[in-house]
């Protein structure tokens, strides 16, 4: 097999003797960017609508707060559209993922200054803030402690803040959750992943990425205290949602 190119995605690609549970490692960390983009249908435009969010909620005088920030991705969509005086705050517990997000905020051109921590979302003290991203990641928090780092969120917002919520949805229905898996197959097939690669990352994550119903999420920003939840993007079994405080 030929060498993948260099932040090519290509750690499923060869058969694994043993399979390890997903992890965002060194080596996801470098390939994350490509990873996600070939992986989440509609990750980019999540991107561009976080921009419109930072125009429209960010206020003077408040943060920006990106958890589970990755590569950084939302804090640089955010940064570059925030009006003076506000600071950013990116949150990531994987070391690696915050090494070179760090990295990246370095050689971006925007001025807003941004602050990249690595610590657990559960534990961070929240700043007051006008905007929070929580882009794919809640899915990845223990079910019994998103209830509580929802409501920490709501409480640090400002009035008229906003939490932009993304994530991989389950489905109540059989043949609903089916037809969308398999749709999401056919997406990362079209984006280049085998069959292969496909299968084993699909058991690597398993029981690490926990998806939720949409009636869930609602539910549950609601009684966060969220006064508005509005789904403002799907694609496929991905959707990204807009509360407000
Ligand atoms: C799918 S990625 C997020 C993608 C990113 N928000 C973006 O828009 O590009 C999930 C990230 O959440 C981080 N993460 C998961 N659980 C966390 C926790 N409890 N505290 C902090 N970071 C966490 C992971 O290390 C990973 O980098």
Redesign the pocket.
């Known amino acids: 097999m030929r060498e993948p190119a260099p932040g090519r995605d290509a750690l499923y690609a060869a058969p694994l003797a043993t399979q390890l549970p997903f992890r965002?490692d060194a080596a996801v960390a470098d390939v994350f960017q490509d990873m996600?983009s070939r992986s989440v249908p509609g990750y980019g435009l999540t991107l561009q609508m976080l921009a419109v969010a930072a125009r429209r909620f960010a206020q003077p005088g408040s943060a920006c707060v990106?958890l589970?920030?990755?590569?950084a991705?939302?804090t640089l969509a955010m940064r570059h559209h925030v009006p003076a005086g506000v600071h950013l705050l990116g949150?990531?517990?994987?070391q690696a993922?915050i090494e070179r997000a760090r990295a990246l905020v370095a050689r971006d051109s925007a001025q807003a200054p941004v602050e990249l921590r690595c610590?657990?979302?559960?534990d961070v003290e929240l700043p007051r803030a006008s905007l929070a991203?929580l882009?794919?990641?809640l899915q990845?928090?223990p079910l019994a402690e998103r209830a509580g780092l929802l409501s920490r969120i709501a409480a640090a917002l400002l009035p008229g803040g906003a939490l932009v919520l993304s994530e991989k949805l389950a489905f109540e229905d059989p043949a609903e959750q089916e037809l969308l898996g398999e749709l999401h197959h056919g997406f990362k097939a079209q984006q280049g992943y085998s069959a292969l690669e496909i299968a084993q990352k699909r058991n690597a994550i398993e029981n690490v990425l926990v998806p939720e119903t949409l009636q869930m999420h609602r539910q549950r920003l609601h009684e966060a205290g969220f006064r508005r939840v509005t789904v403002w993007l799907q694609c496929l079994n991905f959707v990204s949602l807009l509360a407000i405080r």
């Open positions: 965002f996600i990106d589970g920030c990755s590569l991705a939302s949150v990531d517990n994987s993922m610590a657990d979302i559960l991203a882009n794919f990641t990845f928090v």
